[in-house]
């Protein structure tokens, strides 16, 4: 059952680079289970008035700035890498 799976890759792609594609998924969904959890953490503490509103706006800002660095980090370094490889 395996084998048949495999077979359907072309040669270029072998099982540590399905690995290393799983791992960096695995990564990125456990990095967006502990942001979502702390920020809903924080929305409860919020709601039940243990938390000032502006932290938790805060919080939306400091998320909103993490995706704009990684976006403008992103930009040059795909153009970097596809100019690398034919």
Do not use: H, N
Request: charged share 10%; proline share 6%.
């Amino acid at each position: 059952m395996i084998g048949r799976f495999e077979d359907s890759f072309p040669p270029a792609v072998t099982k540590t680079s399905l690995y290393r594609v799983v791992d960096r998924l695995l990564q990125v969904y456990v990095a967006s289970l502990l942001i979502v959890g702390v920020y809903s953490l924080l929305w409860i503490l919020e709601v039940a008035g243990m938390l000032p509103g502006r932290w938790l706006s805060t919080v939306w800002l400091g998320v909103a700035a993490t995706g704009v660095l990684f976006l403008i980090l992103l930009v040059p370094l795909y153009y970097v890498a596809r100019g690398t490889y034919p």
